[in-house]
């Protein structure tokens, strides 16, 4: 590093870096209540159903939850009955090429996009899933919070198995 101003890019780039790998791992070790709490009260999960979707209200997405409909399938994941689940998925996630596209150090704002691998494990299947996430976060408290995850599959708008947990 040359200067100051490299090493604070570097020191930055490396906790945003750490909050990414930290929500995988809560993902994977099945830890929803943690994970949700990473989310802001009016944050958004969104996996568009194409290429270049625009955004999740006006078309169709594989997946868009706020607070309530994520509290509804994180409920359903622990709860018994719910026999679509048993056994549980596991998971593997990989995440790479994490880029800071934009941050406002006065607003508290970050954009970020990474590269992700997910592997889901459930009755001798393995099923991947493989895309590019945009987290839009925002520092509260000295912490990230997430306003949006946005998880792009490769193949959005192809033909895969259906994922009973978050890529």
């Given at each position: 590093m040359s200067s100051e101003a490299?090493?604070?890019?570097?020191?930055?780039?490396?906790r945003v870096s750490q909050f990414l790998f930290h929500e995988a791992r809560?993902?994977?070790e099945q830890r929803w209540s943690e994970w949700e709490q990473?989310?802001?009260?009016?944050g958004t999960y969104w996996?568009?159903?194409?290429?270049?979707?625009?955004?999740?209200?006006?078309?169709?997405?594989?997946?868009?939850?706020?607070?309530?409909?994520?509290?509804v399938r994180l409920a359903r994941f622990g709860n018994p009955n719910a026999y679509s689940l048993q056994p549980f998925p596991r998971s593997s996630h990989m995440l790479s090429n994490v880029m800071i596209?934009?941050?406002?150090?006065?607003?508290g704002t970050v954009l970020v996009t990474s590269r992700f691998l997910?592997?889901?494990?459930r009755r001798d299947v393995n099923n991947f899933f493989a895309g590019e996430y945009v987290h839009d976060l925002i520092e509260?408290?000295?912490?990230?919070?997430?306003?949006?995850?946005k998880a792009s599959l490769v193949d959005c708008?192809?033909?895969?198995?259906?994922?009973?947990?978050y890529f």
């Open positions: 490299d090493m604070k890019a570097f020191a930055f780039h490396h809560l993902l994977d990473l989310f802001t009260e009016e996996a568009p159903a194409t290429p270049g979707q625009p955004d999740p209200i006006n078309h169709v997405s594989l997946i868009y939850e706020n607070a309530l409909l994520r509290k596209d934009a941050h406002d150090e006065k607003a997910m592997v889901e494990y509260e408290g000295g912490a990230f919070k997430i306003r949006q995850k708008d192809g033909t895969h198995p259906s994922s009973n947990i």
